[in-house]
Each structure stands twice: as C-alpha cells, then as structure tokens.
C-alpha cells in the first residue's frame, strides 16, 4: 500500500469544527480522507481516477482487501457481502461482476474484517460509517429519493443488528451537490423534509423545514421550487436517532461546484461518476 501526501482542509461549519478533511495523492491523483475515519483505509475519490473501478481503487486502500458494490437504484435496501455473493452466485468474482449482475441495493454494510465496501455518486451523498469497537463499516449512496426512504438510518438499523452501538459510529458524509444549488421541486422537498418533521401537508412541512436551525431548505427565484441541503436532511436524521454531532463530518465540498475535482450530473447531464470506499478491520 502506498503512503500517500496528505494536505488538510479544516471546516468552516462550526458543527464539524472538531473534524477537519485532508487532501491525499495516490501516483498524483487526489481523493479526501477524512480524520473522524482515520483509524480506517478509506477515501472519497475524484474524478481524476475515472475510469478506474472499485477493482482498480482497492489498492490505493488495502490490496488484500476483498471488494464488494451494488447495482445502485436510489432506493432503501441494505446489503451485507454475503448477501451480495449469494445473489451473483458462489464461486463468482463479486468485486469485477458485471453491473446488470448485481443485485440492486444502495448501502452495504460489512460483516467481518476485510472488506471494502463501495458507492458510486455524482451529486448524491456519499457516506462511510465505521464502528470504533467492532471495526465494521457501511458504504452508503443517498440520494434524495435514498434520503426519503432512510436508507442513512436503514443502514445503522443493519449496523445495530450485527453487534454495533450508535455511540461507537462514526459517519463521514463526502462530496455531493449543496444546499445552496441543488433546486428541487417543493414535492420533492417535502417528500425529504418529511423524514424529519412532522406535519400534515406539503406547505406545513416546508414551514416547518424552515423553522428548523441551519435549514435545510432555501428560497429559489423559481415558482414551485427551493433550494434542498441534502446532506442536511441525513444529518438531522441521524441526530433524531440520538446520534451526537461530533460523530458526523460533511465535507466541505460541492460536486456541482467544482468541475475540477468532482463529476456532476446535474451539471454536465453525463453519467460519469466518483467512488467513495471504506475497509473493515
């Protein structure tokens, strides 16, 4: 495995002062690390390694590390490895299976040490979570139509199922569109916001949303729609699960708005995408 550079980048949102990002270089590509999952391999990576895959990206983590993804469908359904190897088959390469091969899914969650777990995103949330007593992880791709099923929450649920304590997680949510581009319907807004609040009807949720500290939603000039933090959305799920803040990190940093470093379809309309993986030790 090799040592890579590291620059680091501090946040400037005061709920995640505690955590900083740290820019690393692997044969001069970049991809983000994060310090709340320093004692794990992982990386959110940029589009300067497409068209690698999780086959070729594993190295940069742990070669010896088996690898596993999902055919991603926005939906709520977490995996385990297991789960993954009985659906392409036994005796099969998982890691370097076909897509239309893979079942669909859009979490994995690890069972034993070893594992690389992988998603793939362009303006959704990436997340990687990691347990400090067991050493298990979670790869997650949420969306906004992933955020309006939990798939966050369903994940941990998974996490909780297999041995794991939710105040032993720790949750990095990596580079995606933010708050202040990302305009959305108010259905769609209220369809996420409704994860979080309670109330009867789309204008109730959304005055709700607005209500709330550091609002996840903003005005757009655009009748009918708003501006939608998504990652704000998981992060207050997660803190109605009792999970405290200084367990979570949001990255500082927007796919859409910076072409530089990250694919964005909402931007460019292309289906390119960057991968973001965690090992379990």
């Known amino acids: 495995m090799i040592s890579p550079q590291t620059s680091e980048l501090k946040l400037n ?20 690390t994060c310090s709340l999952l320093a004692n794990w391999q992982h990386g959110f990576f940029t589009r300067q390694f497409s068209p690698r895959f999780p086959a070729d990206l594993v190295q940069v983590l742990d070669n010896d590390a088996e690898f596993y993804r999902v055919r991603q469908v926005h939906g709520g359904v ?19 299976a076909e897509f239309e091969s893979l079942p669909p899914a859009d979490a994995l969650v690890t069972e034993r040490e070893k594992q690389a ?46 041995g794991n304590n939710l105040e032993n997680l720790r949750i990095a949510m990596g580079p995606a569109i933010t708050g202040e581009v990302y305009q959305v319907s108010q259905e769609v807004a209220a369809e996420v916001g409704a994860t979080v609040v309670s109330a009867d009807s789309e ?44 367990q979570i990190a949001i990255a500082p940093h927007c796919t859409y708005q910076q072409p530089d470093y990250f694919f964005s379809y909402r931007r460019d309309q292309l289906k390119k995408v960057q991968w973001s993986g965690i090992v379990s030790k």
């Open 78 to 96: 977490v995996l385990t490895p297991g789960e993954v190897k009985e659906f392409v088959g036994t005796g099969k390469d998982v890691g370097t």
């Open 117 to 162: 777990v992988w998603v793939c995103t362009a303006d959704c949330t990436p997340v990687l979570i990691a347990d400090e007593k067991t050493g298990q992880t979670a790869a997650i791709h949420a969306g906004w139509r992933g955020t309006a099923k939990r798939i966050v929450p369903e994940a941990i649920a998974r996490l909780v199922s297999q």
């Open 203 to 246: 204008a109730s949720i959304l005055n709700a949303l607005q209500e709330l500290p550091n609002s996840p939603i903003s005005p757009d000039s655009e009748p009918g729609k708003v501006r939608l933090d998504v990652r704000r959305i998981n992060e207050l799920q997660l803190q109605q699960m009792g999970i405290n803040e200084q």
């Open 13 to 32: 949102d005061s709920a995640n002062s505690l955590h900083s990002w740290q820019w690393r270089f692997w044969e001069g590509l970049p991809y983000l």
